[in-house]
Nanobody, 127 residues
Framework: QVQLVESGGGLVQAGGSLRLSCAAS??????????MGWFRQAPGKEREFLAG????????YYSDSVKGRFTISRDNAKNTVYLQMNSLKPEDTAVYYC??????????????????WGQGTQVTVSS
């Protein structure tokens, strides 16, 4: 079993920044073959892909809605994936989720392409 624990959400003013963290763990597991992703879901909306990263290569990919504002990265030693969010807007308000795809291909954006999910962390951007 893989556990993902997100942290770093909160309330921020428009134009501000936040960094989300996702700590991955699993007895005896290594994550080098995984693709990690960040998603968000606002009330009444579908879960939206934001950014993904190949754990082994570090190659990243982004949705157009956040490209240039958000940056995904990983720390292999800490088994942690980050999402740096800059120039936040009120429409970025949502619950943010970390996801892990055991056999996902790089570039996977559909939620069902990922096998494990964190509990989510709330991000609220005030105007």
């Amino acid at each position: 079993q893989v556990q993902l624990v997100e942290s770093g959400g909160g309330l921020v003013q428009a134009g501000g920044s936040l960094r989300l963290s996702c700590a991955a763990s699993g007895r005896g597991r290594t994550f080098t073959s995984y693709v990690m992703g960040w998603f968000r879901q606002a009330p009444g909306k579908e879960r939206e892909f934001l950014a993904g990263i190949s754990w082994i290569s570090g190659n990243t990919y982004y949705s157009d809605s956040v490209k240039g504002r958000f940056t995904i990265s990983r720390d292999n030693a800490k088994n942690t994936v980050y999402l740096q969010m800059n120039s936040l807007k009120p429409e970025d308000t949502a619950v943010y989720y970390c996801a892990a795809g055991r056999s996902a291909a790089w570039g996977t954006v559909r939620p069902r392409g990922y096998d494990y999910w964190g509990q989510g962390t709330q991000v609220t951007v005030s105007s």
